[in-house]
Nanobody
Framework: QVQIVESGGGLVQPGGSLRLSCTAS??????????MAWYRQAPGKQRELVAS???????GYSDSVKGRFTISRDNAKNTLYLQMNSLKPEDTAVYYC?????????WGQGTQVAVSS
């Protein structure tokens, strides 16, 4: 079964940066991933869509992160990235990788991002 696994979370001060990665298992092929996205869920809050990228390369961002976060993918490495700059305390959340594929939906296990001084 294809799996996606996140990494790169951690504790960072306001204004700092982190890069999250989401890597698919070796059995996956890049063209089977029709769309990928990053979601996040803060304590006591609903899970929200942060950024998305289609197999066409088209991207989208929530208003709260636009201009600060960048979603990208490296098909050769079967990896999705979320570059997060100018982090704010309100970015604190568990971040989840999501993939919509030709054979089903996939969720990563989540990685904690904490922004605090």
């Amino acid at each position: 079964q294809v799996q996606i696994v996140e990494s790169g979370g951690g504790l960072v001060q306001p204004g700092g940066s982190l890069r999250l990665s989401c890597t698919a298992s070796a059995s996956a092929t890049s063209d089977s991933f029709l769309a990928m996205a990053w979601y996040r869920q803060a304590p006591g809050k609903q899970r929200e869509l942060v950024a998305s990228i289609l197999n066409t390369g088209s991207t989208g961002y929530s208003d709260s992160v636009k201009g600060r976060f960048t979603i990208s993918r490296d098909n050769a490495k079967n990896t999705l990235y979320l570059q997060m700059n100018s982090l704010k305390p309100e970015d604190t959340a568990v971040y989840y990788c999501y993939a919509y594929t030709t054979t089903g939906n996939l969720w990563g296990q989540g990685t904690q991002v904490a922004v605090s001084s």
